[in-house]
């Protein structure tokens, strides 16, 4: 059973179009997260839930709006993209916010925008 | 503000000798400490975290890492590496307070040889 899923895997547009990404998680977490991993192999995060309330907004364009509908999903919608969102989206999950919890990631998202 | 310094980009060892993965920090409070390890075209995996208590924490597949709060450091160990150990390897870091935001390193490529 896959702990972290995430649809698609990969994902190739065209600039200017809007795209979604979807992450569910089965471990019974309450928190869930967003990442994105640039070429560099840079992992930086965007975005983290706690039970569909957003409680880390990092410095990201608002093209970019995470949503919640419940606390085993969290998807990632992309408007008007850019050539600079191409990168590899990871999604993941913790069971709490607790600074201390372990954090398990999805097989990640391979977006390319041409 | 935390950082997390990885000063080499790539680590080549024989197999069968022992390994280290260097880690620095930097952080305001008590750290929490982590390691993860990618392989191609896959997510993050979670191999071991230091919390509190013991320096010396063991985690997955044989891996070990040593907390030194002088010198900021939690470098990765193995004491006998073997070919399929070669993967991305990251090291990351929050802090009390933090909400788990992690702040990951830059990634250190093992490559493990016959």
């Known amino acids: 059973d896959t702990a972290v899923s995430q649809t698609p895997k990969y994902l190739v547009t065209q600039m200017g179009n809007d795209k979604s990404i979807k992450c569910e998680q089965n471990l019974g977490h309450d928190t869930m997260y967003w990442y994105k991993q640039d070429s560099k192999k840079f992992l930086k995060i965007m975005f983290s839930?706690?039970?569909?309330?957003?409680?880390i907004n990092e410095t990201v364009p608002n093209r970019f709006s995470p949503k919640s509908p419940d606390k085993a999903h969290l998807n990632l919608h992309i408007n008007s993209l850019e050539l600079g969102d191409s990168a590899v989206y990871f999604c993941?999950?913790?069971?709490?916010?607790?600074?201390?919890?372990?954090?398990?990631f999805g097989p990640g998202t391979r977006l390319t925008v041409l | 503000a935390q950082s997390v310094a990885q000063p080499e980009d790539q680590v080549n060892v024989a197999e069968g000798n022992p390994l280290t993965v260097k880690c620095t920090y930097s952080?305001?409070?008590?750290?929490?400490l982590f390691w993860y390890v990618q392989y191609p075209n896959r997510g993050l995996q979670f191999l071991l975290k230091y919390i509190t208590g013991d320096n010396l924490v063991k985690g997955s597949y044989g891996f070990e890492a040593e907390f030194n709060k002088s010198q900021t450091s939690f470098h990765l160990k193995k004491p006998s590496a073997l070919v399929s150990d070669s993967a991305l390897y990251f090291c990351?870091?929050?802090?009390?307070?933090?909400?788990?935001?992690?702040?990951f390193g830059t990634g250190t490529q093992l490559k493990v040889e016959l």
């Open positions: 839930y706690n039970n569909k309330e957003l409680i």
């Open positions: 952080v305001s409070g008590n750290p929490y």
């Open positions: 990351a870091v929050g802090f009390t307070g933090g909400g788990n935001k992690l702040t």
């Open positions: 993941a999950s913790s069971q709490l916010t607790g600074d201390t919890d372990t954090q398990y």
